[in-house]
Nanobody, 117 residues
Framework: QVQVVESGGGLVQAGGSLRLSCTAS????????WGWFRQAPGKEREEVSCIHPRARSSVKGRFPISRDNAKNTVYLQMNSLKPEDTGMYYC???????????????WGQGTQVTVSS
């Protein structure tokens, strides 16, 4: 059984930082590209970042993403947060490479990030 669990969200003031974690089990973690997605209120879910299977870290967009295959965990380091970064953050598999979509992937339940002004 595949399980994907996000953590690390919370309430933070603008300019602050959070590090999100996503831990998975029940699948070959190292074979997948992993993406972070944000669902903001009233908006469509969008990809925030993604990391390829063979990469250890990457910067796509504003937030660095990294992975530790030994721990089956992917991270999103969120610095200089803005109120518009508020939303539910999910991680998901994007297949064998970063495609911008995880419609057929494995998803977690999400972790809420709220940035106050």
């Amino acid at each position: 059984q595949v399980q994907v669990v996000e953590s690390g969200g919370g309430l933070v003031q603008a300019g602050g930082s959070l590090r999100l974690s996503c831990t998975a089990s029940g699948l070959p973690f190292e074979d997948y590209a992993w993406g972070w997605f944000r669902q903001a209120p009233g908006k469509e879910r969008e990809e925030v970042s993604c990391i390829h299977p063979r990469a250890r870290s990457s910067v796509k967009g504003r937030f660095p993403i990294s992975r530790d295959n030994a721990k089956n965990t992917v991270y999103l380091q969120m610095n200089s947060l803005k109120p518009e970064d508020t939303g539910m953050y999910y991680c998901a598999t994007e297949g064998r490479y970063c495609s911008g979509s995880a419609v057929n992937g494995y998803w977690g339940q999400g972790t809420q990030v709220t940035v106050s002004s």
